[in-house]
């Protein structure tokens, strides 16, 4: 039976039929909720890192002028001045949510739209018929490898999103925005033509830490000024963003300081912790998903925590039907011997409060790889409520 499903899928592939499927489910849903994207403002933002910090700066801008905006990102979905947390399980939810969502916004008179575009919606056409007006970039690392089946496939996923902007938007002055520091910017240049964009490091006043969060900081700038928003304008929302929650999220500052962040990947965990190196020794916690996800890069971010954690505490994410112990015993074999302290806690609150009570003044706890995601993912498709802030405030009052 296996050899059989294997076979029918192989042959939709190869005569397009999964294609024409999630297509034509994106024609339909645009179709059913008016195309509300045609009566709005639209902004997407797609790459490795970055993405929701890029667009709820982005956001804060432009709700700073005094217009409503509508959000679709990894951690909310908002509508002006209401959000809920987005609780599906995917930063880029299915065509008809997206639709559905902006046509909320064009009802509540919201001006503009604000999309995380990622690799695998792109794959599936969920960015199809949002016709944006400004599409964004803000650099590539390797993620998703298995699912797309290479680097370059992921990579050319994104260009695809590029691409259907330049090529089937139907915006006019259209307008690219494109990290300058990204080895892959001049594709996405390529693709962009005379509409791009480059954008490198905000230099103003800013509350959030690291050098990453200058870079995000100075995309969403960019956009602002291609929207024809005001200097003064984007610096004071800029000066006045307090953070997203999850994203470099300080939960204590004293006597310790303990910071909860979504790194999941290589690229992104070393430039957290790089900037966080320098105050205290880090006291690091982490873990990565199951069920076959990106595999390759568990030894890696062992390698990454031995540079630069004093302790490693290993611990489960979204194992889903993988074994845990062996997602820790991948991680642990990238990991020097005798550096750093490394322990196991196949309970994520128990690796939580032990991060916390081996924690001294003026060290950094750091807890990565969930940031705001409201469940841990097991087996059987089980899950459970999460918070890595709340388990962490309560490791805290108990220590």
Known sequence: MRRIKKIIRNATKTIGVLKIYHLSLAWF???IYGHPARKMTV???????????????????LSYTGEKVTLSSSYELRVGDKAQINKTGNTMPGRGAIQKLLREGVKNGCKYGVVEV???????????????????????????????????????????FFRDVKNNSKKK???????????????????AGEGAIFYEKYDGPLNLVGDFNKENAGAAATVARA????????????????????????VQKEPFRVVVDYAHTPGSLEAVYGALKDNGSLVCVFGSDGGGRDKWKRPKLGEIASKYCRDLVLTIENPYDEDPQKIIDNIRSGASDGKPNIYEFLDREDAIQKAVDIAKPG???????????????????KKIAWS??????????SK
């Open 118 to 160: 990622v690799s695998e919606g792109v794959v599936q056409y969920r960015h199809k018929f949002l016709d944006f007006d400004v599409a964004v970039f803000t650099g590539l690392h390797p993620e998703h490898i298995e699912a797309h089946g290479g680097f370059e496939k992921y990579r050319e996923a994104k260009l695809n």
């Open 173 to 191: 002055n259209k307008k690219f925005v494109i990290n300058k520091g990204s080895e892959d910017g001049k594709r996405f240049a390529e693709v």
């Open 43 to 61: 902004v997407g933002i797609t790459g490795t890192k970055g993405k929701t910090t890029v667009a709820e700066l982005v956001t804060a801008i």
């Open 227 to 250: 929207l024809g928003i005001r200097e003064d304008t984007i610096r004071h929302a800029l000066e006045e963003f307090a953070g997203v929650p999850g994203r470099m999220d300080f």
């Open 29 to 31: 849903a645009a179709f």
């Open 388 to 397: 890595d802030r709340e388990v962490a405030i309560r490791a805290l009052a």
């Open 363 to 381: 060290d950094t706890v750091i807890i990565t790889g969930k940031g705001t995601e409201p469940f841990i993912r097991l087996a059987d498709g």
